[in-house]
């Protein structure tokens, strides 16, 4: 058994370690109500741009200049991983670093490249995969107006066609215990045949090309930004739900190292009254 001062030494341990975990918990809390209502008012504006803009895409005539629905066959494919900064937050990073890799594996024989947002995610990618932008930085202010220069990269990417197809990568936030790992194709546009079927009267105003020019452009700036709006929701949820965990098992911890100091500090108790009764024993004989 121990001795008293080395369990008193890892009760202060455990009890320190307590108290960040708490502190850390109620940060994340405070920060994911604000995150989660942002994403919870922006979400349906942006389903609804994306199913307007599926619906538009399916309409287009292929000389209509929609460049960013333009189908051409996959050869080099670039993957947009979004993870947090920040450890501490549970398998979150780590659900994403897989599944980006195992998207990869996918394109055995494509070219693959990925878009880092969040350290985490070019830390571990970085090793197997290139490189292409490091976009860690936009977790330090996240508007619109920073994705969207993301965004623009991308599209420019595509334009440039120096890749042929990008896919994001992300949390999808559910709940504060729960997040969804989604895979989403960013481009080219997938159109929505369905829909479009349904709704193939369509008034164009002022120009069909002007809406193209205008429309998609916006719809992809907002579909990336909703992506790293969730996943920072997410990144919330996951440490609150974390650092919760933590400090449950810190306090049993601290718990258990208690019973057994009180157990050993009544051991050394009693083993003291035992030498002082056998001393008088001995000074009686």
């Known amino acids: 058994m121990a001795n008293l001062k080395e369990i008193r030494n890892r009760i202060s341990s455990v009890s320190s370690t307590m108290q960040i975990t708490s502190a850390m918990k109620m940060v994340?809390?405070?920060?994911?109500?604000?995150?989660?209502?942002?994403?919870?008012?922006m979400r349906p504006?942006?389903?609804?741009?994306?199913?307007?803009?599926?619906?538009?895409?399916?309409?287009?005539?292929?000389?209509?200049?929609?460049?960013?629905?333009?189908?051409?066959?996959?050869?080099?494919?670039?993957?947009?991983?979004?993870?947090?900064?920040?450890?501490?937050?549970?398998?979150?990073?780590?659900?994403?670093?897989?599944?980006?890799?195992?998207?990869?594996?996918?394109?055995?024989?494509?070219?693959?490249?990925?878009?880092?947002?969040?350290?985490?995610?070019?830390?571990?990618?970085?090793?197997?995969y290139e490189i292409l932008a490091n976009e860690s930085t936009v977790f330090d202010d996240l508007t619109f107006d920073n994705v969207a220069q993301i965004a623009e990269l991308l599209m420019i990417k595509f334009e440039e066609e120096s890749v042929d197809k990008i896919e994001l990568v992300y949390n999808k936030f559910k709940n504060a215990a729960t997040q969804i790992v989604t895979t989403e194709q960013f481009l080219p546009i997938v159109s929505s045949a369905e829909d479009a079927n349904a709704n193939q009267d369509y008034i164009f105003e002022p120009s069909k090309a002007e809406i193209v020019e205008t429309l998609i452009p916006k719809s992809l700036k907002t579909q990336l930004f909703k992506a790293i709006r969730d996943s920072f929701a997410s990144e919330h949820g996951a440490r609150m739900t974390a650092m919760h965990k933590a400090t449950d098992n810190a306090t049993e911890l601290r718990d258990q190292l208690?019973?057994?100091y009180n157990k050993a500090r009544?051991?050394?108790?009693?083993?003291?009254?035992?030498?002082?009764?056998?001393?008088?024993e001995a000074l009686n004989n």
Do not use: M, P, W
């Not at 994340?28 to 008012?41: F, R």
């Not at 619906?55 to 629905?69: C, H, M, P, Q």
């Not at 009544?266 to 008088?280: K, S």
């Open 28 to 41: 994340s809390a405070a920060k994911l109500k604000k995150a989660q209502d942002a994403i919870t008012a």
């Open 266 to 280: 009544q051991a050394a108790i009693t083993n003291e009254i035992l030498e002082i009764v056998g001393g008088a």
């Open 45 to 128: 504006y942006a389903d609804k741009l994306t199913e307007l803009l599926q619906n538009l895409s399916a309409t287009l005539d292929a000389d209509s200049g929609s460049k960013f629905a333009d189908q051409r066959e996959v050869k080099n494919v670039l993957i947009v991983a979004i993870t947090s900064n920040r450890g501490l937050c549970g398998a979150f990073n780590s659900n994403i670093i897989k599944q980006a890799s195992h998207l990869a594996t996918n394109y055995t024989d494509k070219n693959v490249s990925i878009v880092a947002i969040g350290k985490k995610a070019n830390d571990a990618l970085s090793k197997e």
């Open 258 to 260: 208690k019973l057994t």
